[in-house]
């Protein structure tokens, strides 16, 4: 069914140890949608851009299936913009120019057509925006998965965690886990983010792969080894919109079929970093991203 997927359109310049970039489009929300297209039956876009923004690459989110009624052109702004540079090791980046443009008044708006959204994903953004947009939801979907960051662990801890009581699943990384729950332990800093609210608890660790938390249960999907890393950008944000896209389509939110939306998740973020931006997720065959999931899943098999 239909999946909403709330965060960011953005023009990122990127450079890395295999090259360099200037002004691809990125974005929360593009790596999420692009991603969940291949999945789910419905994907409907909310995010914000600015009169530099083509039409073509409006178009291009299209072609995917993507619903586009829910993104506002902000004719008088920029849209947002991030340039950031990776070291050799491609897990620790410098940023070097972050401009807000659109997002400093964003507000958003929720289509009628959307509104019978079975999964949310709340891609990062302040918690006060994603608690407003599952206030403006006129049924509470099925599933809601959040993804946050350090930045509002620092300056929005309070609004954090009242946006945490309302929401079923959390996708972060192994430091954001530890700074959110205060422990080193990632099993423990599970158990203090349950306590927080969501149910489920996804805990991911780069090229070591992620780890879902729930249900007293533990699961955990390893990393592919890749023989070349482009690009990391988005990687976090393909695998929820691969691990959202997957719930959306089968309607199963358990824990085992959560194994397998991370498994699917992985698959959509090997693509991703194969290629700088969002490059390698357009245009991928069924049969690839079938092959892909097939290779986690040799990974964690044992017999």
Known sequence: MSLLAVGTVAFDSLETPFGKV?????????????????????VNLVAVVGYDFDHND???????????????IKQDKKSFFWAGRYHNDMNTRDTLV??????????????????????????????????????????RPQLIVMDT?????????DELRHTLTLVDVLSINDEEARQLSGEYSLRMAARRIH?????????KKGEHGALLFGEEKMFYAPALPLEEVFDPTGAGD?????????????????????????IYGSAMASFCVEKFGPERLIGLSYSEIEERAAQFHDLVRIV
């Open 22 to 42: 200037d002004k691809v489009i990125g974005g929360s929300a593009t790596y999420i949608t692009l991603a969940a297209s291949y999945f789910a039956p419905k």
């Open 58 to 72: 409006i178009l291009n989110f299209q072609k995917h299936g993507i619903n586009t009624e829910g993104l506002q």
């Open 98 to 139: 972050t401009e807000l443009n659109v997002l400093e008044d964003f507000d958003p708006i929720i289509p009628e057509s959307y509104q019978d959204c079975e999964v949310l994903m709340l891609g990062n953004l302040t918690p006060s925006i994603q608690t407003t947009v599952i206030n403006r939801l006129k049924n």
């Open 149 to 157: 960051m350090n930045l509002w662990m620092n300056i929005a801890m």
């Open 195 to 203: 306590d927080m609210g969501p149910k489920y608890v996804i805990i």
């Open 238 to 262: 393909s695998f929820a919109g691969g691990f959202t896209g997957y719930l959306a389509k089968i309607r199963d939110y358990s824990f085992e079929s959560m194994k397998r939306g991370i």
